[in-house]
């Protein structure tokens, strides 16, 4: 196996040797010494993602004088050093002060958290799970749209892959942040405090994007930043593409998707509704109308059929991409009173959710695995079940049967899952004799979907993978034809809208970079942090005790029979809490240097933090710390980020990690200057190893210059 | 091997597929989860969607990746 090099870092590396140099004797002259100090104060200003771009120009003018001060050999070395790392890897340097962010993930304060580099888009979790937590809902959504324009749509229908990296969760549940997103977006909008950031001055420049799907309008939304003059092109009545027709309005309603739509159409995204590309206007055209260039975000609206006896022998049989979309556009009429859907995924559950509200009195889900094989979301998969949705697992369709025109029903055999030879796969095999009839008028497909590409056949070099998808350079989205990018379905297959939406952010820097001659990176950007926010103080007991709240349904009457959000939403009070059970991981790194220090150099063993081990997460609880620790600090002295803390506030010494309360513990003050002597356990545990060598004082309490000053009296007295 | 949402992972070897592209022989030996298997046809020759630590989202093929017990 390839082993992964440890990564690396030309700030980290320049920082270290300015240290070690400052620290050690090699350097002999004042002059040189005093440089040297000057640069890593400017250096360790990169690397902790608070210079400014004079930064810079600073480093190459106190790195040359170095370099050129030839009365101390070493300083000048390291000089000439720092000239040449500033020179080779300055947009390294750059990237740091402009971004805030280390892509090699080495300088510690400017590390993205696990749920940021997990998000697709890369948004900057914990800084908007932070603001939102302290009301400052507005503020968060400005920092989610940094990268990604769709705060509300995610709220509610993220598959949330953030979530899954949570460190939360290697406690108890991972924080709740679809939702606090959600919730953030609808509070900014309703006291009209989302607004878009001011766009660039026009470059008279022209990108044609073809599709309104997530992946389309993103990418609409950053190039018109950028100052591009953007047109979309959509082959149906209205935007948000698979949002709009392929999620059911239960789930996502029309309204959260038209604002956000009328966001990106104020910063002058022009739309053209009802115009597919390939028919109704060409490359051609668009090419001699200006438009240099072009971003396929087409989707996956291609159905895969089921390929069984009948199923194009009748009406009643629906590809489910189809009745959706038909639904979405306003169509209320049901299939038919018994309707049978067949497949695993969530659009076989949509399709039956969405049967049950046109009021179809019996739905069955027939798919050919069992519950635990089902690709559905779990949470989709309760709810269907929770609304009388019926479920025929193990199920294989062999014909839809009917007579006169009309589905009479859908001809089955039952299936026992068998593994094969070679794999560790559970195949359902069709049980011989087991066939079976479920009764139904109307039977709907939904089995998976594809990339339609006849609208794209008039590109001629497009390429195409195998699994039929438009062949892309996924650090760029570039296609095989120069000027032409694309994402989204029509690049990865039936995805995710978060996914898109990456993919399109992606591809708007790229065609910037393009448009401006500018090389094209060789891998995906890495998110970029956005601020460092300030942590909420939460004593451990309460870090501990809070728990994920539930999400409130709407009843089940309205959900059977209307098209309402299922999901009502948190409320404020359930916000505000679910964001303090957040452990602020972008700024504590888990490195585990407090918890070896305590354990091992001191001896107490008052961190219990099995959180941070990502493959063996042992036991977490943030409480034990309070019986246990001395208040030493030596964990807050170790610790590379100043995550952990400890501070005198009160006639107390307070321990805290990212603002989880981890120890609070009384003074101690001397009886003679009154001076702090730290607390009772610290004494104690001081004592304990001194007591051979330094005998206490009687019972009084003093410090160590008091002490020295009544031994010496006591000496004399003798 | 069928992926579930979840599940930790390794990638251990570069893929065979044509999916694969160079930056991601960065990927291999990186540990992560799972946050997207193929959500509509249970396929093994689809693509799936997993989160690797420190190394961010990425939809890879399935035989690149190994279950972590």
């Given at each position: 196996m390839k082993k992964t090099p440890p990564p690396h870092c030309p700030v980290d590396d320049a920082l270290s040797r300015l240290q070690s140099a400052a620290e050690g004797n090699a350097l002999q002259h004042p002059r040189s010494r005093r440089l040297v100090g000057q640069l890593a104060t400017l250096v360790r200003d990169v690397a902790w993602g608070r210079a400014e771009m004079d930064h810079l120009s600073a480093l190459d003018r106190l790195a040359a004088e170095l370099a050129g001060f030839n009365a101390d050999p070493h300083g000048a070395e390291l000089g000439a050093a720092l000239q040449a790392a500033l020179d080779q890897h300055r947009e390294v340097f750059e990237s740091h002060v402009q971004t805030e962010n280390c892509a090699a993930e080495v300088c510690d304060r400017l590390a993205p958290a696990p749920c940021q580099m997990a998000c697709p888009a890369g948004i900057d979790v914990p800084t908007y799970v932070a603001l939102i937590g302290e009301g400052r809902d507005a503020e968060a959504i400005e920092v989610i749209r940094r990268d990604n324009p769709f705060p509300w749509v995610c709220g509610l229908v993220c598959t949330r892959p953030c979530e899954f990296m949570c460190v939360r969760g290697r406690i108890d549940t991972p924080v709740s942040i679809k939702f606090l997103k959600a919730f953030a977006a609808e509070r900014a909008l309703s006291k009209g405090e989302y607004v878009n950031p001011p766009a660039a001055a026009s470059k008279n420049r022209k990108v044609c994007v073809v599709g309104a799907g997530p992946g389309g309008m993103t990418a609409a939304y950053y190039l018109a930043l950028k100052g591009y003059t953007v047109r979309v092109l959509e082959a149906l009545p209205m935007a948000g593409g698979m949002m709009m027709v392929g999620i059911p309005r239960y789930r996502l309603p029309r309204e959260v998707i038209d604002r956000e739509v009328a966001m990106i159409e104020d910063l002058g995204v022009t739309f053209h509704f009802n115009t597919r590309f390939g028919?109704?206007?060409?490359l051609a055209q668009l090419q001699a109308e200006g438009f240099e260039a072009f971003f396929l975000a087409i989707g996956a609206h291609d159905s895969f059929r089921l390929g069984i006896e009948g199923e194009g022998d009748y009406p009643q049989v629906l590809q489910s991409i189809e009745f959706l979309k038909r639904v979405a556009l306003g169509d209320r009429h049901m299939p038919g009173k018994r309707v049978v859907v067949i497949g695993g995924g969530n659009v076989a559950i949509d399709a039956a959710r969405t049967c049950l509200r046109l009021g179809c009195s019996d739905v069955t889900l027939a798919y050919r695995r069992t519950r635990d094989e089902m690709p559905a979301d779990i949470e989709e998969i309760e709810q269907a079940e929770e609304e009388d949705v019926r479920f025929n697992f193990l199920t294989v369709p062999v014909a839809v049967e009917g007579h006169d025109g009309r589905v009479t029903g859908l001809r089955c055999l039952q299936a026992e899952l068998v593994s094969k030879p070679g794999s560790d796969r559970m195949f359902p095999v069709p049980i011989d004799g087991s066939e079976f009839v479920i009764p139904a008028d109307a039977i709907i497909s939904a089995i998976g979907q594809r990339v339609a590409q006849g609208s794209l056949t008039e590109i001629k070099s497009l390429g195409w993978t195998r699994r039929d998808t438009i062949h892309v350079n996924t650090a760029t989205m570039a296609t095989d034809v120069p000027g032409i990018f694309a994402a989204g379905d029509a690049v990865?297959?039936?995805?995710?809208v978060v996914e898109a939406i990456g993919g399109g952010k992606r591809a708007a820097q790229a065609i910037d970079r393009f448009l401006n001659d500018i090389p094209q990176p060789n891998m995906p950007p890495v998110p970029v942090r956005r601020q460092r926010v300030a942590w909420t103080e939460v004593p451990a007991a309460t870090k501990m005790a809070l728990k994920r709240p539930h999400m409130p349904l709407l009843n089940m009457d309205r959900r059977r029979t209307t098209f309402q959000q299922v999901e009502l939403g948190y409320t404020e009070n359930m916000v505000r809490e679910e964001a303090r059970r957040c452990l602020r991981c972008d700024i504590c790194r888990r490195c585990g240097r407090c918890v070896q220090v305590c354990r091992d150099k001191m001896g107490v063993d008052a961190l219990q933090l099995g959180y941070l081990d990502f493959d063996h997460p042992g036991p977490t609880d943030f409480r034990l710390t309070q019986e246990r620790c001395i208040a030493c600090g030596a964990c807050a002295e170790n610790c590379p980020n100043d995550a952990m803390l400890i501070e005198e506030r009160k006639g107390e010494r307070v321990l805290h990690l990212c603002g989880t309360i981890l120890s609070r513990q009384p003074l101690l003050f001397c009886d003679g200057c009154g001076a702090s002597m730290g607390t009772a356990r610290y004494r104690d545990y001081i004592r304990s190893r001194t007591k051979a060598v330094a005998p206490t004082i009687g019972r009084r309490m003093l410090c160590d210059a008091c002490a020295r000053k009544q031994s010496s009296m006591d000496r004399n007295i003798e | 091997m069928v992926f579930r949402r979840g599940q930790k992972i390794e990638v251990f070897q570069r893929s065979s597929d044509d999916m694969w592209e160079d930056y991601m022989d960065r990927f291999i030996g990186r540990h992560g989860i799972i946050t997207d298997p193929d959500t509509s046809i249970n396929d093994p020759d689809a693509l799936v969607e997993v989160s690797l630590e420190g190394m961010g989202t990425h939809r890879l093929p399935q035989d690149c990746l190994r279950l972590l017990d």
């Open positions: 028919r109704d206007v060409t990865t297959g039936p995805a995710t | -």
